[in-house]
């Protein structure tokens, strides 16, 4: 599966955004995944449904403030990002996986299919 991330750009802390990461296929069966790295940090989990609709699990940094969601017609996945704080910049990817399970939703070898990645920078 193919995976375009699109949607970031430059906000001040305190903006919105979203991002949308659209699939080359049927993404109800897959889990999906929105992952972030920082500037000389390791990739860290930011958000994902678990596959066949799964419900949806967040890193504690972003609880509250994210929301990710699905339009299965549309095979794309959007993370909506608001109270946005500085350090919350970096590069955002989304993965899917058709073997991922429950356990590894988290983790980023737990995934085959990663996307380009769209930067996302917030300004204090």
């Known amino acids: 599966v193919q995976l375009q991330a699109s949607g970031g750009g430059s906000v001040q802390a305190g903006d919105s955004l979203k991002l949308s990461c659209a699939a080359s296929?049927?993404?109800?069966?897959?889990?999906m995944a929105w992952f972030r790295q920082a500037a000389g940090k390791e990739r860290e989990f930011v958000a994902a449904?678990?596959?066949?609709?799964?419900?949806?699990t967040y890193a504690d940094s972003v609880k509250e403030r994210f929301t990710i969601s699905r339009d299965n017609a549309k095979n794309t996945v959007y993370l909506q990002m608001t109270s946005l704080k500085p350090e919350d910049t970096a590069v955002y990817y989304c993965?899917?996986?058709?073997?991922?399970?429950?356990?590894?939703?988290?983790?980023?070898?737990?995934?085959?299919?990663w996307g380009q990645g769209t930067q996302v920078t917030v300004s204090s």
């Open positions: 993965a899917a996986d058709t073997s991922t399970i429950l356990s590894r939703v988290r983790q980023v070898d737990g995934y085959h299919n």
């Open positions: 296929r049927r993404i109800l069966p897959m889990a």
């Open positions: 449904f678990s596959r066949n609709n799964g419900k949806a």
